[in-house]
T-cell receptor, first 115, second 113 residues
Framework: ETGVTQSPTHLIKTRGQQVTLRCSSQ?????VSWYQQALGQGPQFIFQ???????GRGNFPPRFSGLQFPNYSSELNVNALELDDSALYLC??????????????FGPGTRLLVL | LAKTTQPISMDSYEGQEVNITCSHN???????ITWYQQFPSQGPRFIIQ???TKVTNEVASLFIPADRKSSTLSLPRVSLSDTAVYYC??????????????FGKGTHLIIQP
């Protein structure tokens, strides 16, 4: 157990809809990262937040956005869902400022299916 | 871009030592090498991290040659529960961006009785 939780565990949406996924980091972890993992692929970095500010972003369009709150929770919002957004969405927390060499603690993920 | 290359799959047997090698020819001076393990329908789990030479912890060893262009994850005496996907990552910048925090396809390790 990593102490990182995500909700919901599974979600079904239709194309064009919006979705909000939630993550609760380990207490005291200032950095949260979000990843998208398509079936059979490795996780792909979406973005990272440190103390409520975005401090790194992967190759994802602006319709992927996030928030981080002072209580160590965070959200991933995806607008205008597309079929290719179907994936496992993972959040990971780390205690410091998000330096690569810090261990990241992953949650179990939210599996999103877009129809 | 510090891309990584690792075998798509490997098979071994219980009790054997398993070595998974990752190539990262374009590794930068400030890059670390990190390995994660992932079971189906779970998030990845940190295994080990190193910068150079050898690192050992309670579950694995990581061997890094002097040129740092490759690394080898060594799992001693594997069991069936070690069947998983193993990812090699290379990166080092704070925040990382797409380079520092991107996983490849990983190596699917299958352990047989």
């Amino acid at each position: 157990e990593t102490g990182v939780t995500q909700s919901p565990t599974h979600l079904i949406k239709t194309r064009g809809q919006q979705v909000t996924l939630r993550c609760s980091s380990q207490s005291g972890h200032n950095t949260v990262s979000w990843y998208q993992q398509a079936l059979g692929q490795g996780p792909q970095f979406i973005f990272q937040y440190y103390r409520e500010e975005e401090n790194g972003r992967g190759n994802f369009p602006p319709r992927f956005s996030g928030l981080q709150f002072p209580n160590y929770s965070s959200e991933l919002n995806v607008n205008a869902l597309e079929l290719d957004d179907s994936a496992l969405y993972l959040c990971a927390s780390s205690p410091g400022a998000g330096a690569y060499q810090e261990t990241q603690y992953f949650g179990p993920g939210t599996r999103l299916l877009v129809l | 871009l510090a891309k990584t290359t690792q075998p798509i799959s490997m098979d071994s047997y219980e009790g054997q030592e398993v070595n998974i090698t990752c190539s990262h020819n374009n590794i930068a001076t400030n890059d670390y090498i990190t390995w994660y393990q992932q079971f189906p329908s779970q998030g990845p789990r940190f295994i080990i991290q190193g910068y150079k030479t050898k690192v050992t912890n309670e579950v694995a060893s990581l061997f890094i040659p002097a040129d740092r262009k490759s690394s080898t994850l060594s799992l001693p005496r594997v069991s069936l529960s070690d069947t998983a996907v193993y990812y090699c990552l290379v990166g080092g910048l704070p925040g990382g961006g797409a380079d520092g925090l991107t996983f490849g396809k990983g190596t699917h390790l299958i352990i047989q009785p």
